[in-house]
């Protein structure tokens, strides 16, 4: 059914005015934190994002969700964890010019790199929006692994040549989220790419997993592609350690049942699930809370 009238001019008057005004923002954004070295860029957007961020509608969002997966805290508590969320994140934005350069300047600690050596069938990085997400894929591209990865469009497609400059940050391929995504990760695996999957987001499609106790839309269709192309699994956990250093630890290849039916795929989604839960217990602060991970049920 077509959009009402009304949603319809509304929509054209976003893509008019709002689409052009958001674009400058994040550019200049952008090119502000370029001309900064990384630790002051990080600092700066860091600061301003905890004071921007509680005045916007998603931090009552990310309160929501913080309450449902973690009841315990008291207001107190949350306030710290949703301070420190808004923190990183914008270290994550301010960081973002520089990722390359983290690597390059030894502010990135790799564990468990050993477990990519001579591996030629490639696999699947999966990780989670915690500490700085960007970072994770440098694990297997410092180990002599190509790798691939997906991306959600952005709603402001003015701002499309941001995913562009991740693409040639990762010198590998980059898929878009959906059909495209499919393909990718089976073309990614004849290529013998690694592909990186952050999975802890909601899907549209997928399976009802777990997760902080609550039904969430989970991604299996990695775990269907690794098991009929007996390719491994492995965690890629990013962590901030402190200021813009970080470690990323890559575990060792996850056990893969032996068939795709349901059953075994939703055992080993629940553990996946829960280990991503373990990773934020141990640092809330660092993880995304205001994305809809559970839905608008929250």
């Known amino acids: 059914m077509a959009d009402p009238t009304g949603k319809l001019i509304l929509r054209r008057l976003r893509q008019i005015f709002i689409w052009p005004i958001e674009a400058t923002i994040v550019f ?11 630790s002051v860029a990080s600092w700066m957007i860091g600061a301003f994002m ?3 961020g509680p005045m916007t509608p998603w931090h009552s969002r990310a309160r929501r969700n913080l309450m449902a997966a973690i009841p315990i805290l008291d207001s107190q ?10 923190w990183n994140i914008g270290r994550v934005i301010g960081e973002y010019p520089h990722i ?8 990135v600690e790799f564990v468990g790199q050993e477990n990519l050596q001579g591996l030629k069938s490639g696999g699947f990085l999966i990780g989670a929006h915690i500490g700085n997400w960007e970072i994770g894929p440098y694990a297997a591209i410092t180990a002599g692994q190509s790798v691939a990865a997906i991306y959600r469009p952005l709603n402001n497609p003015l701002l499309a040549s941001l995913l562009e ?22 073309s990614a695996l004849k290529k013998g790419q690694f592909m ?25 269709s990695y775990i269907k592609l690794a098991i009929r192309k007996k390719v491994p699994v492995m965690y890629m956990h990013t962590e901030r350690l402190k200021g813009s250093r970080f470690r990323v630890t890559i575990s060792s290849p996850l056990t893969l049942p032996d068939t795709d039916d349901d059953a075994s795929i939703l055992e080993l989604a629940t553990e996946i699930n829960g280990t991503l839960e373990q990773w934020i217990r141990q640092r809330p602060d660092q993880w995304f809370w205001p994305h809809r991970r559970w839905g608008k049920d929250i």
């Not at 200049?28 to 990384?38: G, K, M």
């Not at 508590?77 to 808004?86: E, H, I, P, S, Y």
């Not at 390359?100 to 502010?107: A, C, E, M």
Request: proline share 3%.
């Open 28 to 38: 200049v954004i952008y090119f502000f934190a370029r001309l900064l070295p990384v």
């Open 50 to 52: 905890r004071t921007l």
């Open 77 to 86: 508590g949350q306030n710290t964890v949703l301070r420190a969320m808004w």
């Open 100 to 107: 390359s350069t983290l690597t390059r300047k030894g502010r």
């Open 165 to 186: 400059r991740r693409q040639a940050t990762y010198s590998g391929d980059i898929y878009r989220k959906g059909r495209e995504a499919a393909l990718g990760m089976v």
């Open 196 to 220: 990186c999957l952050l999975v802890d987001q909601k899907l549209r499609e997928g399976m009802v997993v777990p997760f902080f106790g609550r039904h969430a839309t989970t991604s299996i």
